[in-house]
């Protein structure tokens, strides 16, 4: 894949999930610019990531049908037109109602790009354009808050939050412009088609898992939440009854088949269980707490953001080196982080800045090879199905997570919201050490290529 190629797919990466954070720190303003209630700003909030995990695992079907470039094309071009609709947003029920396309668009695009970097770089080459993918979640989800943060006290033109909302639309033209340079791929034709009822099955099941965890503790956890969630398990469990028994399933049958994979898959979940909500509960405190502004805030948090940058640039080798047992030292090492940051808030400030920049450190080596590590391990025709996993596992733990630390916020203090960080890293130490040290088996056969 020629570096321009690399170039679009990773700009598209970045901005996906920096619009995931990017506006953690603007909801205050935007409840006020919009006269917009609790409820309206968190769902302008979460819904991104609402439409964003719900569309993943049907959209890495949808690639291998039609196409990876054409499936990008598409999505980049909701994204993008989502994006500049946010920004203009007259009012908070048009903000939702972008913020739900726009995360849309983002789903269909993530599965192409891991897709297009399994089926188009070399075998030999594919670690390293991994890590560079890894490396720019682990940055993006970070440049958000910070990005915003700046905005907001500088307030260019008064409409700081919109113009944080719109950084996004000028990496999505220049995308759309040069979307010839991507490899025009496709999953295995007989593969390609697409099960109607496993679709259905899973976008419903996402939708009422997700919605009540987004919406739930703003709402005081009504009994819909409850309701939703049980349906919603009902309607997943049925999702992978059928995967058994249809000609053409959803996600692949060798997607899941290798122990690995599903330990690999179990542990992108409860890392991203607690990152989200890490950063989240920081500046819940902070502003909160604390009484600190955006910009403040965005610069105490900045040593967590350069240790995941120093992070990201050593996880290659680490995790060549010592496989697996890099990324769980980095995640047991992110539940002391937790356990620390709570006495480093109230100690002088070169104290909190040395706990922020280890726990950046360690969030960078485990975001920067994980996605990796679980890749190189699944047959080239299963690549598509857990390219649609594997971001689903990221999105979803978020998700949960958030709801989690929330409620135990909320209900205690921020030691008991740490508390759970340092157990759900814990956890995720446990599930990648299980899949080993050991070089993966070669599953290095090239799906045929297709017009996209």
Known sequence: MRPAAQAVLLSGTFVQLMSVTVMQLAVPRIRHD????????????????????????????????????????????????????????PDVEWLVAARLVQGAGSGLVA??????????????????????????????????PLCCGVLLHFDPFGAGWRVALALPVPVGIAALTLFRVLPAARGPVVASRVDPVGAALSLAGLVLLVLPLTLGQDAAWPVWTWVSLVV???????????QRRVRHPLVHPAALAARTTRWGIGAVLLFNAG???????????????LHRDPLVTALTVAPYA?????????????????????????????AVVSLLVSPALSAPAPVLWAVLGAGGFAFGVFTASAFSLVLQRVPADAASSVSGLLPTAQQLGGTVGVAVAGVVYTAGAMGSAMVYEAVVFLLAALATARLGARRPAATERQPPLGVG
């Open 232 to 242: 919603a398990l009902g309607l997943l469990a049925a999702f992978a009854a059928s």
């Open 34 to 89: 919009l006269a917009a209630g609790s409820g309206a700003g968190q769902l302008a909030l979460a819904g991104y990531t609402l439409t964003y995990a719900c569309a993943l695992i049907t959209a890495a079907r949808l690639g291998d049908r039609f196409g990876y470039r054409r499936l990008f094309v598409a999505g980049t071009a909701v994204f993008t037109l989502a994006s500049l609709a946010a920004a203009a947003a």
């Open 111 to 144: 599965p192409q790009i891991l897709s297009l970097i399994q089926t188009a770089v070399p075998a030999g080459r594919r670690a390293a354009v991994l890590g560079r993918y890894g490396a720019t979640m682990a940055i993006a989800s970070l440049a958000g």
């Open 306 to 334: 350069v240790g995941a940058l120093l992070g990201s640039g050593v996880a290659e080798a680490a995790a060549r080196r010592f496989g697996a047992v890099a990324l769980a030292a980095a995640s047991a090492g992110l």
């Open 275 to 289: 990152i989200p909500s890490f950063s989240l509960l920081l500046s819940l405190y902070l502003q909160g707490e």
